[in-house]
């Protein structure tokens, strides 16, 4: 088996390194060959080009920032549409909007291609780890044609549905994250402004009915938690403009199928604001200082 990994950013580089040391034999290509280095450093061969990626692969796994990127590579590059012979499989593990990866996968079809959408949750230590969760649209033999390699790069691989399940299961889950990340942030706050440290704090919630995936894992309050982007400056991780994308792809599908998110609404105004005051590039969790902001104002 022979895999092309196009898109080697915080995520896309970590989960081609866990596919190297499973032992595939792997092409890589990205728009900045220096994202490359280290994955040529540990085995993999560098590709010039997509089309040179793909030619001679088997699977081609692609991590790109959004729907018209993973369109333009699959649909609008016609060196790549001719690179790609009849019968490979395609994974795109990219967070786009449902009705992209059906169109994707309708096309892709049209030309003896398999097409699965196969975002991920987990952030850049589970893609660090291995540990990612893969959440896949498509049909049954696809899905079971791709397990190997997922399982390389993940711990827990859901087929939630035909083509485009997988993205509306992703959006769900990262709504929910936003909601969580802004509530946990908020509730944190508020016990700091009356005199509470956040550490024991944390620690009660943790054992209390709020405890949840971002007091555990991810908390937002710095000096809190070890290795996580809050006691870093907010540095690497889950970029706020990537969570911010995601929301307006929850909030577009939540007008196309007529579905009230008031809470998801108030995530996307929050990590707008967030945005525009200079912070699109820091950790989602980063939303921790938007509260601290409004405190100072006062």
Not at 237 to 243: E, K, N, Y
């Amino acid at each position: 088996m022979k895999i092309a990994f196009i898109g080697l950013g915080n995520m896309g580089g970590p989960m081609a390194a866990n596919l190297l040391k499973a032992g595939f034999d792997l092409t890589v290509f990205d728009l900045q060959p220096e994202s490359a280095a280290p994955l040529v450093a540990q085995g993999a061969k560098l590709a010039g080009t997509a089309a040179e990626a793909v030619a001679e692969s088997t699977v081609v796994i692609s991590m790109l920032p959004a729907g018209r990127h993973v369109k333009a590579l699959y649909l609008e590059n016609e060196e790549v549409v001719r690179a790609l012979k009849p019968g490979t499989l395609v994974i795109d593990s990219s967070t786009i909007d449902a009705e992209s990866a059906i169109t994707l996968a309708r096309e892709l079809s049209n030309k003896d291609i398999n097409f699965i959408d196969a975002p991920v949750s987990g952030g850049v230590a589970g893609a660090t780890a291995g540990t990612l969760t893969f959440i896949v649209g498509g049909t049954q033999m696809q899905f079971k044609q791709a397990q190997p390699v997922l399982e390389a790069m993940g711990k827990n691989i859901f087929h939630a549905g035909d083509h485009g399940a997988g993205q509306v299961a992703k959006i769900c889950n990262n709504m929910l994250l936003a909601v969580l990340m802004a509530g946990t942030s908020e509730a944190l706050r508020l016990g700091m402004n009356n005199g509470l440290d956040p550490n024991v704090l944390s620690k009660i919630m943790q054992q209390s009915s709020g405890a949840n995936w971002t007091l555990d894992k991810y908390n937002p309050c710095p000096g809190v938690m070890e290795n996580v982007p809050s006691s870093n400056g907010y540095q690497g991780g889950f970029l706020v403009d990537l969570m911010k994308k995601d929301l307006g792809l929850a909030m577009d599908t939540a007008v196309q199928s007529n579905s009230p998110t008031p809470m998801g609404a108030l995530a996307q105004s929050l990590y707008g604001l967030h945005s525009l005051k200079g912070n699109g590039g820091k950790d989602f969790s980063s939303i921790f200082t938007l509260f601290e902001q409004n405190d100072k104002d006062k």
